[in-house]
């Protein structure tokens, strides 16, 4: 046995234990940073992309939705909505859209009486059956609120009596 033997047989197997490395890494690297039961989400959330919201009821507390190709009409307890195009979804599955928003009272309303209708902006997201929605109003910045609704459930509105 030679005295340089080992420091050679050290020397080739340091290179090639690199590129191994190396050539592992490239082939991770697009699921690098994502846990495998999220891998199954996100190529469900990819192919909504370019879809809309599915037509339908959509209901939740406090909130009833009848969403179409072409509109949305959305019930609140003491307010109605009007989003008039369709509900886009991109590749995360989220939406944002224009709209209107506007408060009810209780009892008649009155004759001549007009109510009044604010700018709004509907956003929110859809994953499988399930609908979070966020409303704002876009001439005083309040936010309405966020509902949780349900595709194919009625909601639980209540009116303004």
């Known amino acids: 046995m030679t005295k340089g033997l080992p ?3 050290l020397g080739l197997v340091l290179p090639l234990a690199f590129f191994a490395f190396l050539a592992h890494q490239g082939s991770c690297k697009g699921n690098a940073n994502k846990p ?4 199954g989400h996100d190529q469900e959330n990819r192919q909504q992309a ?8 959509w209901g939740g507390v406090h909130i009833g939705m ?3 190709d072409k509109n949305t009409a959305i019930e609140f307890d003491c307010a109605h909505g009007t989003i008039s195009e369709q509900l886009a979804l991109d590749r995360e599955g989220r939406f944002r859209a224009k709209g209107t928003y506007v408060r009810e009272h209780g009892g008649p309303i009155r004759e ?4 009044v209708s ?3 902006i509907y956003s929110g997201n859809v ?8 409303v704002t109003l876009t001439d005083s910045s309040e936010n309405v609120g966020t509902f ?3 595709q194919g459930s009625e909601g639980q509105v209540f009116k303004c009596r």
């Not at 495998?36 to 891998?39: L, R, T, V």
């Not at 001549?112 to 109510?115: A, R």
């Open 36 to 39: 495998a039961e999220n891998q």
């Open 148 to 150: 949780t609704l349900t």
């Open 7 to 9: 420091f050679t047989s």
């Open 127 to 134: 994953h499988s059956k399930a609908m979070t929605l966020t």
């Open 118 to 120: 604010h700018p709004a």
């Open 50 to 57: 370019g879809t809309a919201v599915p037509e339908g009821s």
């Open 66 to 68: 009848e969403v179409t």
């Open 112 to 115: 001549g009486e007009t109510p």
